[in-house]
């Protein structure tokens, strides 16, 4: 018995599954009586630990203090009230020794950068970045950015030492979680916030107070933060209707923007989606294909979950598997031309597949970027 | 909340694709559908994280694992209290595969048993796999090596007489399931 005589037994045995119920409202349930359980466990520890924070900042306060250091005032920048998801508007500007960028994207309501070691340990780093309007500040010393921050406001704890003369907040994100972040908040111009997670899930000490502030003084805003967002492919011969998702939320499955990596000094786009209707969110909305690109010497990424059969196949002369995921079908070229190809079909679409949609709709454009596209439908 | 909204969309995508993993480590479509429940559950809890993450599906896959080894490990009685009995039989589309292909699973330890079903039907590769179970590669192969030969010999018999199968001793009786 080889290795496709066992899978196939392995599908067999859960051909007979029974009808699936709705579970969403259930596991909702059931996740906050869990989320309950185990605050209530915590507040003992909470207090205690609100006691430390307050008892050092009281300390801290009452030592004799050394002005904080005054930072330039740099000219803020022309913020729009949505972004561009073909642009990075905010980007590290400092990191630490060993700390590189990661990855980042773009929605029209949020930008983000992250950076850290490649082996995410320690935590990565998440720089967060609102268009004007994108955070409102409440009564309740509160920050509300729903773009990234669905689960709450920022409590803003202090003030924190100006960033670039603008205002800055010591807060906290997720504070009715179980394991509340400490952040800085700042506004980069006036009515625009940007948000610095260092991965801490306790209180910052000294130390990464002023880490925090560095790298936040050093972060570049605007539309030439960061070298513009290119395309290593691009799909041509479609409908008009067919057209980039860029919603406000960025989420899963399918990403509300564009998701890019890094590439020498360029950025290109590694993950985006198309809707190949008018409406792309909400139960109007059609199938939806995901696309994730790679540089094949970088990234191989056909080694997804899938379950069923696999096809393996062979499109213009380049190497694919095809197989059916959670949400439908998918393709994964590991090398094609260069670069790695995975394209995931949400719903089915009546007339296109993955396979015609790689053979005879997306142009491959090399590994070089001068041959790259600023747009990924023609 | 909207994060709930989609936490439920991606929960409803995601809950068959679990449960038939979840089906296969523990050999029991209610016990299966109480793991993939509980792997949810956890995953909505730490969601604000995972949520922007690329591995979604790995960390769902590794919680869906912890949840079947911490069941494992509970030590419970092999026996189920019912007050109902099965008067005819099932009919099932192909039962005898089925009971085979289970049963000779159910002969594995349970981190065997979950090698195989990552490897072989959830197809991730050796990496993702020690990721899911926090090992190493070399210990993926290791338990993979040790396992496949076993659940060979046991296969091939089975499926190779035409009569009923023979029915390979069992490494523990399942609570969830039904004579």
Redesign the interface.
């Known amino acids: ?1 080889d ?1 496709t005589a ?2 196939k ?10 009808p ?1 119920r ?7 349930r ?2 906050v009586r ?2 309950r359980r ?1 605050r209530a466990g915590l507040a003992a520890i909470s207090v205690l630990a609100a006691a430390t924070v307050t008892a050092v900042a009281l300390a801290t306060a009452a030592a004799p203090g050394r002005p904080a250091p005054i930072a330039p005032v740099r000219p803020a920048p022309v913020v729009p009230s949505q972004f561009s998801p073909f642009i990075a508007y905010a980007a590290f500007g400092w990191l630490p020794a060993g700390y590189r960028l990661l990855e980042g994207g773009t929605t029209r309501g949020a930008t ?1 950068q992250v950076a850290g070691r490649p082996h995410l340990v320690p935590r990565p780093w ?1 720089l967060l970045a609102y268009p004007a309007g994108g955070c409102q500040l409440t009564k309740a010393r509160g920050l509300i950015c ?1 773009a990234y921050y ?2 709450g406001p920022l409590a803003l704890t202090s003030r924190a030492p100006d960033i670039n003369g603008h205002h800055a907040y010591w807060a906290t994100a ?1 504070a009715h ?2 394991t509340p972040e400490p952040v800085l908040a700042w506004q980069y111009a006036p009515g625009s916030w940007a948000v610095l997670e260092l991965g801490k899930t306790k209180p910052l000490d000294a130390h990464w107070r002023q880490v925090a502030v560095k790298a936040a003084s050093y972060v570049r805003f605007g539309v030439h933060a960061a070298p513009p967002v290119a395309f290593p492919v691009r799909l041509t011969g479609l409908p008009a209707s067919w057209h980039l998702i860029s919603g406000v ?5 399918y990403w509300n923007g564009v998701g890019y990596r890094p590439y020498g000094q360029v950025l290109y786009a590694s993950e985006w989606s198309v809707s190949t209707t008018a409406a792309s969110t909400g139960p109007r909305a059609g199938p939806r294909f995901l696309f994730t690109i790679g540089l094949a010497a970088q990234y191989s990424p056909c ?5 069923g059969s ?1 096809v393996h196949k062979v499109v213009n002369g380049y190497r694919v598997i095809v ?1 059916r995921g ?2 439908g079908q998918t393709l994964c070229a590991a090398d094609a031309g260069g670069l790695s190809v995975t394209i995931q079909e949400f719903g089915n679409h009546p007339t296109l597949d993955v396979v015609s949609l790689f053979a005879h709709h997306l142009q491959l454009l090399g590994t070089s970027p001068a041959h790259w596209a600023t747009q990924p439908i023609r | 909340m909207a994060s709930a909204e989609e936490f439920v969309e991606f929960a409803e995508v995601m809950f068959p694709r679990l449960r038939r993993t979840a089906f296969l480590l523990c050999g029991d479509w209610h016990t299966a559908e109480d793991l993939a429940q509980t792997a949810l559950v956890k995953m909505f809890v730490a969601w604000r994280e995972i949520r922007r993450q690329d591995g979604v599906h790995a960390y769902a896959n590794r919680t869906l694992v912890n949840a079947y080894l911490a069941h494992r490990r509970l030590k419970r009685t092999g026996e189920l209290v019912t007050g109902w009995f099965p008067d005819r039989p099932a009919v099932a589309a192909a039962p005898e595969t089925r009971m085979v292909v289970l049963e000779a699973l159910a002969t594995l330890p349970p981190r065997a048993r979950a090698v195989v079903v990552l490897r072989y039907w959830a197809d991730l590769s050796v990496e993702q796999v020690a990721d899911v179970l926090g090992c190493s590669a070399g210990n993926v192969k290791s338990l993979s090596a040790r396992a496949l030969p076993r659940l060979r010999a046991v296969l091939d018999e089975a499926l190779a007489e035409p009569g009923p199968p023979s029915r390979p001793p069992l490494a523990q009786h399942h609570p969830g399931r039904r004579p």
């Not at chain 1, 037994?9 to 029974?18: F, G, I, K, N, R």
């Not at chain 1, 939320?249 to 499955?253: C, E, G, K, V």
């Open positions: 018995m290795e066992l899978r037994l392995l599908d067999s045995a859960v051909a007979d599954e029974p699936i709705p579970v969403g409202d259930k596991v909702l059931a996740a869990l989320r185990r983000y998440y729903k669905p689960f997720y979680l179980p939320r960025a989420w899963m499955p080694r997804g979950p899938a379950q696999l197989s959670p949400y």
